[in-house]
């Protein structure tokens, strides 16, 4: 069984390049690509034969940690299917335990291994010729190898037992969006710092905390071996302790996927609903998905989103031309764009149009209507910010003050978000309709959109001043007002949002007919 097994799985690897000329085409560049790209990291670690020890161990653990995590992720963020899901295997009656061993083994079989085989055998060469035992060498790259291995199949296990019937290009989309989150802010920040032939001490700290991660453990061990560091024995334990534990979680996989009953119709009875497919099956997850298809799809939203950025990045101008630095120049435009990121859903009721019936029609509770509503808001914004405050402070220049950035953005962003969730049902005011132009507005006979716009705006700042002023307090030499800051501005942008979110869910359940009738009036 074993043997059919692993010819199986060699012919399915060599079916890649069978097909019409478009699927080849495809195959024969992908193929491509992975050979270049290891081409180029083979090339890059042989490189480094003449660089300092503590260099060659930093590249290492990150590289090594890196891989390992993309070949945990790559299972959750692609929509494929396992060509070797236990499942396929249940009408042949056989025994967890021996396919288990058989599944894990025909694992290695793949372009991604070969290719991680292939990048480790010359990270061997490279260990070696620093003196590095050939025997931890070895076990390292045999511990990583197997990691990675084990990793994504218990990860495609994962997937298809609980993403199956989710899995499409929203949910795609959603997985990248928290990759961007994570792995552009690393960037810059690795992007920032001055190697000169010496790893920077900011990060010598995260790379002693990955070398005793499952990630970096069996990368890191050999040399920490070597060194005699202190650490070296922890290492060894967390990295035969990861495959030890993936071996046992795959096994127990294996074994609920062969006696579990798979609900075939899951997948149909979600097909094709987009956003709605991918929301939780809640009030508010209906909301939610009910409302990212309308920010995605109606230009009024998109229009509101895209002028954010060019305003933010507009308001550098007087202020260089002020004269002042462009050091301190390079901090305002985020702050600005948190602003009007937690402004921009003040009237997003009114957006509905007719559409809000179906909320009161379906008896929806004033907390779900709130909170799915600032889902379509918070996808965007966080990973804007999540990528823009890193990448201002690094225009900045002083990395410590972006401890008190993460704190002013945050309260602008949530305390706007919750004192919006109060003003869109206390007053809320008349829009474009849907389909019209955005830069068509209709005509208004009061001033209730002004003292709606200004009073939030006017209240996020007010109640973001304490952030502020600690912020400034950082920049001008106060160490400990920076922490203060963030800390502090986390708290109040909270707690605004949770008030804002209970004040504005009792106020659209009492406010029913009012709302009804601004609806029907617009």
């Not at 090339?43 to 945990?72: C, H, K, P, Q, R």
């Not at 061993?101 to 290719?115: C, H, N």
């Not at 710092?193 to 990060?203: F, I, K, S, Y």
Request: proline share 5%; net charge neutral.
């Amino acid at each position: 069984m074993a043997a059919h097994v692993l010819r199986l799985r060699i012919a399915l690897l060599f079916g890649s390049f069978r097909g019409d000329i478009t699927e080849i085409s495809r195959a024969v560049v992908q193929f491509l690509a992975v050979v270049a790209a290891t081409a180029a990291a083979c090339w890059a670690l042989l490189s480094l034969a003449s660089a300092d020890i503590e260099v060659v161990i930093a590249v290492t653990v990150l590289g090594g940690s890196a891989i390992t995590l993309a070949f945990a992720l790559s299972p959750l963020i692609g929509a494929t299917s396992d060509p070797l899901d236990p499942r396929r295997f249940a009408i042949l009656g056989l025994s967890p335990r021996p396919l288990a061993a058989v599944l894990a083994l025909a694992g290695l079989i793949s372009v991604p291994i070969f290719a991680l085989t292939t990048i480790a055998f010359c990270l061997a060469v490279l260990w070696t010729g620093f003196g590095v035992s050939a025997l931890l060498v070895g076990s390292g790259v045999v511990l990583g190898i197997v990691t990675c291995a084990l990793l994504a199949r218990v990860c495609m296990a994962l997937a298809s037992l609980f993403l199956k019937d989710r899995q499409s290009r929203e949910l795609t989309g959603v997985f990248l969006l928290a990759m961007i989150v994570v792995v552009v802010p690393t960037a810059v920040f690795f992007a920032s710092l001055e190697w000169d032939g010496v790893v920077p001490t900011q990060l010598s700290e995260v790379i002693g905390v990955l070398a005793l991660t499952p990630i970096g453990a069996a990368w890191a061990f050999p040399a920490l071996v070597e060194a005699g560091d202190p650490q070296a024995a922890l290492a060894v334990t967390v990295a035969v302790g990861t495959v030890l534990l993936l071996g046992v979680v795959w096994l127990w996989l294996v074994n609920r996927l062969l006696t579990a009953t798979e609900r075939p119709v899951a997948a149909r009875e979600r097909g094709g609903l987009g956003w709605l497919a991918v929301a939780p099956g809640t009030p508010a997850g209906a909301i939610a998905g009910r409302s990212l298809l309308y920010w995605l799809n109606d230009r009024r939203y998109l229009v509101n989103m895209m002028v954010i950025p060019v305003a933010a990045a507009a308001t550098t101008v007087p202020l260089l031309v002020a004269g002042v630095s462009p050091e301190m120049v390079a901090l305002v435009p985020v702050p600005f764009a948190a602003l009007f990121l937690g402004w921009l859903v003040h009237n997003d009721l009114a957006y509905d149009s007719t559409a809000v019936w179906m909320h009161f029609a379906a008896g929806v509770r004033g907390i779900s209507d709130r909170m799915g509503r600032l889902v379509p808001v918070l996808a965007v914004g966080i990973p804007f910010l999540a990528v823009a405050i890193p990448i201002a402070v690094s225009l900045h220049g002083r990395w410590s003050i972006l401890p008190a950035m993460i704190g002013v953005c945050s309260s602008l962003f949530l305390c706007g978000l919750g004192l919006s969730s109060i003003a869109s049902v206390v007053a809320p005011y008349a829009v474009s309709r849907p389909g019209d132009s955005p830069f068509r507005q209709p005509s208004r006979t009061g001033a209730e959109s002004s003292i709606s716009q200004g009073v939030v705006l006017a209240g996020v700042l007010i109640l973001s001043a304490p952030t502020l002023w600690w912020a400034w307090q950082g920049l001008s030499g106060d160490d400990d007002a920076i922490a203060t800051a963030m800390w502090g501005g986390l708290g109040i942008g909270v707690g605004v949002l949770i008030i804002g979110l209970a004040t504005g869910a009792a106020v659209f359940e009492r406010r029913t007919s009012r709302l009804m009738e601004f609806a029907e009036s617009t």
